[in-house]
Each structure stands twice: as C-alpha cells, then as structure tokens.
Antibody, heavy 123, light 108 residues
Framework: QLQLQESAPGLVRPSETLSLTCSVSGGSVSSSTYYWAWIRQPPGRGLEWVGSVSYTGLTHYNPSVASRLTLSVDTTKNRFSLRLSSVTAADTAVYYC???????????????WGQGTLVTVPS | SYEVTQPPSVSVSPGQTARITCSGDALPRQYVFWYQQKAGQAPMIVIYKDSERPSGIPERFSGSSSGTEATLTISGVQAEDEGDYYCQSVDNIGTYVTFGGGTKLTVL
C-alpha cells in the first residue's frame, strides 16, 4: 500500500524559505505514469494545487506561486521536495503531498495523499 | 488561470439524495474528479473520470457530466457522508490543476 509522509517544519519566519519533503513508501517515485504533487489548504478554506513534478524533474507550477517555488525529486531516497521562498502569512496552510495520476498525457487525479502538515508563517 | 465553481453548501435529510454541481468551461473536454474531506483528514477521491468509482467507495456515490456541468450524486445519504466535497479538473492544456471552492454537505 502506497504511503506518503510529509516532513514537519511547523513555524517558518516571514521572508524565509519553506522546505518540505514527502517520503514515499510502498511504491517508487520513478514511474512514468505518475507525477508527484503538493496541495495546500489555508485554515478553514479550500484546496489549492501548488505544483507537480515528474521523476525526471519536469515541473508544472501554479502561477500564483511560480516565481517562488521549486519542486524536485530524489529517486535515490524515494522522496520529493518543495521549496517556497519569501513566505508571508498568506502561505500559512496545511500542506499535503500526493501522487498525481496521468491519463492520455494529461493530469488526472490525486489517488494517494499524505496526512498533511501545518505550516505557520506568523504575521 | 482556469476555475471551476461549486455551491458552498448543500443540506439533506438522511436517506434523501444529495446533488453537488461543478461548473467549468473546459469540462466538455476534460474529466472531473470528486474528493470527500472529513474534518481533520486528508481528502479522499470518491469519483474519477466523471463517473468511475474507486474500489471501496459505496455504490451510493455516482457522478455524471454534461456540457460545462458535472454532478456528484449521493443517493440515500447517511450521516457519515457529512463533510466537504471538492471537484477537481484541469485546463485545456492538461497541466494546470484546479479545485472548486468546496461544498459543505450537511446531513440534517
């Protein structure tokens, strides 16, 4: 059974860089039929796709964060990572990592999710 | 950016049918996916590719799509179905993911 587990940075100071890692077990990140993604959810609000990365390093970012975002994959450690620079209070959210299936070359759905980790940026 | 739109809330009595809609300009060309999120939990997919139900999801959950609108239908709603439901799709290029704002299902 595939499992994803986010690291837990907790509190990040304004203007600093948020770093998260998602460790994958029960499956390999080195698959051509999936991307690996981050989704966030501000407290009391809806879901927002942050970005996705393939095992070869191809990335797609939400334009709302693209200028500050870097996603990467480490196939040797079977994990993928997020770096979001210059954070503000608006980046406070539960961050989920997830596996994103492909269908016909298009993004499809998120079929496995991590439990989520709360990242707080104080105002 | 591409957006899909859902009603903020739906309320039904136990045993009734709940219908949650999702609207978007690209829906005639792109699939819709539906997630259930209960309080304090990660979302879980309940319908994929408009109308397919993953294994383990009860038969009372069904999906359909026509034109620019998709619908999640929950027949014979149970108290355990209460939670937030999100539709998800992608843009015409297929590499920008969008979620609807979420619909809170209340079982009266």
């Amino acid at each position: 059974q595939l499992q994803l587990q986010e690291s837990a940075p907790g509190l990040v100071r304004p203007s600093e860089t948020l770093s998260l890692t998602c460790s994958v077990s029960g499956g390999s990140v080195s698959s051509s039929t999936y991307y690996w993604a981050w989704i966030r959810q501000p407290p009391g609000r809806g879901l927002e796709w942050v970005g996705s990365v393939s095992y070869t390093g191809l990335t797609h970012y939400n334009p709302s964060v693209a200028s500050r975002l870097t996603l990467s994959v480490d196939t040797t450690k079977n994990r993928f990572s997020l770096r979001l620079s210059s954070v503000t209070a608006a980046d406070t959210a539960v961050y989920y990592c997830a596996r994103l299936a492909l269908a016909g070359g298009y993004y499809s759905h998120f079929d496995h999710w991590g439990q989520g980790t709360l990242v707080t940026v104080p105002s | 950016s591409y957006e899909v739109t859902q009603p903020p809330s739906v309320s039904v009595s136990p045993g009734q049918t709940a219908r949650i809609t999702c609207s978007g300009d690209a829906l005639p060309r792109q699939y819709v996916f539906w997630y259930q999120q209960k309080a304090g939990q990660a979302p879980m997919i309940v319908i994929y590719k408009d109308s397919e139900r993953p294994s383990g999801i009860p038969e009372r959950f069904s999906g359909s799509s026509s034109g620019t609108e998709a619908t999640l239908t929950i027949s014979g709603v149970q108290a355990e179905d209460e939670g937030d439901y999100y539709c998800q799709s992608v843009d015409n290029i297929g590499t920008y993911v969008t979620f609807g704002g979420g619909t809170k299902l209340t079982v009266l």
